[in-house]
């Protein structure tokens, strides 16, 4: 794809000619990406820099240095990066420093709104052009924000859109925050109907959040931060998912953070997690659980467990059980199973299972002695499940 990146050349088991007659076919091979490419890095933001730093760009912009406490106030309490709005600045060359300072960095491309109105999905171009999206969702009890932490993803699994698409590059700290801020604006602002508070964040849309590790965390840091240093969400309504970088998760957990970690399985056995998750090769099932177990004692937090249900691929009864067994294994009572009906990507053989195959997976997984529930399916007449809109748009 892209032969300038550094890829992982470890074994991938799902090449083609592998796989038996009956077995999932897997037509793609795409390498593992972990490095980024170096290209097109957007304008530097407030967002990106430490208090310090803001001051001095805010000096070097040619203002005295208590302004950057006046523009992190607008950016991250307001909600704003309107000039017009910032009448405690000078009026004189105020669209140049609020410029210099706030850039813009996304600008909308669409967005588009169904579940009557409780999803909306916008598609953002970055600077540089680069296509990202990310989807606001309703429900009776919060507002939840799903962001992109990379342009495209570079860990290939083969029934994630995004992931068949390769990276394109990581995000900057405030590219992330960006999202958040305008997600924040526009629920503030009544775009899902009444005028609501974004109260939770999952870094689950376009991306490996732990790929692209050090922008993640301090975008984390600030999506966190009580106002005006940050958005003021609580750290609980974060969640974090991976496909299991063992390395990462083990940083992670000595942040101290109270983020919630998702872990994307999919399934419990190395077999069948090599092909859908391809970094498998790297980082076991039984490495990847031992991880998330260690996150789960330093945070005293449940894990949640993501598994894409597969027809006839991961739904058997008998990986319910394994499931379920391995979880218990591993995590004891500190796990939760989230399943998630596949959103099939366009030209794909693959499918969701029949509900009666389903609700059977949850009972088994349940009566394993591990909590299940199944993820709701927003967004999926406006193909905002997985990477799906940008991918469309890319053409
Ligand atoms: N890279 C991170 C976050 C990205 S996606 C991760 O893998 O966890 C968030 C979740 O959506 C992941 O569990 C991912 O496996 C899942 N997903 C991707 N494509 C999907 C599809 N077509 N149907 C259902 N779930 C999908």
Redesign the pocket.
Known sequence: MHPTLRTFTGPLRWEEGRAGENDPVMTKSLPLIFTAPRRGRPPTHLADLGPQARRDAVVAAGAPAFRADQLARHYFTNLTRDPAQMTDLPAAGRVEFVDALLPELLTEVRSISCDDGDTRKTLWRAHDGTLIESVLMRYPERITLCVSSQAG?G?A?P???TGQGGLDRNLSTAEIVDQVRLAAAAARDGALGAPGRLSNVV???M???LANYNRVLAAVRLITAPAPQGLGISARSVTV???GLVPAIERLTRENLQVRL?V?L?TPDDELRDTLVPVNDRWKVDEVLAAARGYADATGRRVSI?Y?LIRDVNDQPWRADLLAATLRRHLGRLVHVNL?P????PGSQWDASPRPVQDEFVRRVRAGGVACTVRDTRGQEIAA??GQLAAASKG
């Open positions: 993803c860990m699994c029934f994630c859109a870094f689950m849309g991306g490996e959040p998912s991976t496909v998702a994307s999919h993501e894409a998630i596949l959103n099939p990507t499940a997985c």
